[in-house]
Structures are given as structure tokens and as C-alpha cells.
């Protein structure tokens, strides 16, 4: 059989071994391909989603933001950023360059600027404080292509938000007796306690990243690799739970699991311990580094279970614990005065 090969087609294994196959053409969204490739079917859809792409590739002149914008997705910058990152900015981007992508990059001021965000910042702060960062990159591409001299996303104050809940040590025993060791839901949460790491990369851990007694972890954010060894309570619970599939925490039918649907697993199971809503899978992270701090880890040994790369996030995270075990010691070094007869 004669093997066809057209440009922009990808082609991937889905979960039932069906291997599918779809458009992607740069800056555009991917595009479904019916059929065998070759087929009339297959053929049409191609040509039609190519013609779309092409389309909207060229509607924005040259030093217009939409002809910036998908020339930063081809940029080193965005290549360079971590799968989820880079669909946080396209979150951003594109429908930034759906709505203003036919003005020019040099007429944008920075009271426009500052509006944008503030229009975000009424409802989701969160997003807010995302679309700035973003925007910010953007136009540092901009003055890089020579496109302006400045950039009016510079210096817009981020807006305040509340930080993820850090489980208390009594939230983590009542989920630990609701839940016993050789349970789905225990295992998930050991594994999201004794490791340290975000829903995503536990949602990625595979039997085949466990050797000689320490976990394998790329992280997904960072790209930061570290092997972190396994603790006995972890050990023990991935020991209880019985295999079933490649990923270390997936379905009842062995199938790997989204940080999506771990995080909901989670939050479901300790809804069920009666545990309040803050309990988030975000906060047992949080919650190991606290432990961490109070048994006296020093911040470089937490940050090679975190993988922070900058030890003031981790200050950040064990500034209680920091502060009450050192006001312990404070107080012990003191003498103790005789009272007066």
C-alpha cells in the first residue's frame, strides 16, 4: 500500500488502540480528519480545514497584534514553555487576537492597557493577574520585533488573591480514617501528600518511574526532574492497593486518570470525610512542605521535594512552621529565673 503523506497531518493512538488523525496548522486550532487518509472524505476535510487556516492566518496585515500574536507562537519563547503553559497563553492570546487582532501593535496605549486587565480583574482576578503576565510577554516579543518601543503592559499592579488552604494536621487524620490504607482514595492522597508534587504530575506518575525505592518525577510546569524518595507510609499504601494499569493512581479499570479527574476524585473523597470545601489536592502539597518545616527540614531539603527553583516560594509556603519552631527555640535558650522567697 502506497504511504501518503500531507503536510500539517498528525496522527495519534487513542485510548482503544484506534489510531486517529487531525490538521494542525500553525497558530490554528487542530482539525479532525474522518477516514482513511487518501480518502474522499478524509481529502475533503483536509483541503477545507487547510483553506480555513490559511484564512486565518493571513486576515491580519503585517505589525497588526494578530500577526504578532502568531508569530510569538512560533517564537522560541512560547516553543520553550511547558505544554500547560503554553495553553494558558493561547487561553489569553487568542481571544485577544480575535477581538483587537486587526489594530496595530504601535497603537495600543497604555490606558487601553491598564483597562483590558482591570474589564478582566471585575470578575476574575485570577485571570486578571494571568492575562497581564501574558500580555506583558507579548509586547516584550513586540520591542524585541522592533514593533515599539515600549511596552504598556509594564508595571499594572497584580491583583490580591486569597492563597490555597494548607491542610491541618487534624483535616489530614479524619481523611485518613475515613479512607484506610488499600482504598483508591488513600492511595491518592498519600501519594499527593508523600511526594509534594501538583495533581498533574501525580496524575502522570507510572509504575515504571518507581526503582530502587525513590519515584521519578518530571514536572510538568517546571520541567524540573527529581527522584524523591519513597516514604514508608507511601510504600506501604501503594503495597495495599493492588495493581491495575500503568499509571500509579487511575480508574477502577486501570486507566490513566487527568489531573482533572484526580483533583475532583480527591475533593469527592473528602467531601465525603465531611471535611470542608478548602480541602483542595493543591493544599496537601502545601501541607508536606509544613510538616517538613516543623520536623526541621531546612528550605534547600524541601525544595528538592518541591522542586521549587527559588527558595522564597518555599519560605513562602513554611513561614508559619519557620516561625513557630523557632520561637520554640528561642524561648528554651532563656533562663529560667528563681522567684523570691
Request: aromatic letters at 6%; charged letters at 25%; proline letters at 5%.
Amino acid at each position: 500500500m502506497t504511504s501518503i503523506k500531507l503536510e500539517y497531518v498528525k496522527q495519534y493512538r487513542d485510548r482503544t488502540g484506534k489510531i486517529r488523525r487531525y490538521l494542525r496548522h500553525t497558530g490554528s486550532p487542530r482539525i479532525p480528519l474522518p477516514g482513511p487518509p487518501g480518502s474522499r472524505q478524509f481529502m475533503a476535510a483536509y483541503e477545507a480545514g487547510l483553506t480555513t487556516a490559511e484564512t486565518k492566518k493571513g486576515r491580519h496585515g503585517d505589525g497588526t497584534i494578530g500577526a504578532l500574536v502568531t508569530g510569538f507562537y512560533q517564537s522560541s519563547g512560547f516553543k520553550n514553555l511547558a505544554p500547560s503553559s503554553q495553553q494558558r497563553y493561547r487561553l489569553v492570546l487568542d481571544k485577544f487576537s480575535e477581538k483587537d487582532g486587526h489594530r496595530l501593535v504601535r497603537d495600543m496605549p497604555r490606558r487601553v492597557a491598564i483597562s483590558i486587565i482591570e474589564e478582566i480583574g471585575e470578575t476574575t482576578p485570577g485571570m486578571a493577574n494571568l492575562s497581564a503576565s501574558v500580555m506583558r510577554r507579548l509586547f516584550a516579543y513586540a520591542i524585541k520585533k522592533e514593533l515599539r518601543a515600549d511596552n504598556p503592559f509594564s508595571g499594572i499592579e497584580p491583583y490580591k488573591l486569597g492563597s490555597h488552604h494548607t491542610w491541618t494536621e487534624d483535616e489530614i487524620a479524619v481523611y485518613e480514617a475515613t479512607w484506610s490504607i488499600g482504598t483508591r482514595e488513600r492511595l491518592a492522597f498519600d501519594l499527593l501528600l508523600y511526594t509534594g508534587q501538583r495533581v498533574g504530575d501525580v496524575a502522570a506518575m507510572r509504575r515504571s518511574n518507581l526503582k530502587n525505592g525513590v519515584i521519578h518525577v518530571t514536572q510538568e510546569k517546571t520541567g524540573a526532574e527529581l527522584d524523591i524518595t519513597l516514604h514508608p507510609n507511601l510504600l506501604r499504601s501503594l503495597k495495599a492497593c493492588p495493581a491495575n494499569g500503568l499509571a500509579l493512581i487511575g480508574s477502577p479499570h486501570g486507566r490513566p486518570m487527568t489531573a482533572k479527574g484526580l483533583s475532583a476524585f480527591v475533593i469527592r473523597a473528602a467531601t465525603i470525610a465531611g471535611l470542608p470545601r478548602r480541602c483542595i489536592p493543591h493544599g496537601l502539597r502545601k501541607a508536606i512542605m509544613t510538616r517538613l518545616a516543623h520536623h526541621g527540614s531546612t528550605t534547600k531539603e524541601i525544595a528538592a521535594v518541591s522542586g521549587h527553583k527559588s527558595l522564597k516560594e518555599v519560605e513562602n509556603y513554611t513561614a508559619a512552621a519557620d516561625q513557630t519552631r523557632l520561637s520554640r527555640s528561642a524561648m528554651a535558650r532563656l533562663p529560667e529565673e528563681q522567684s523570691g522567697t
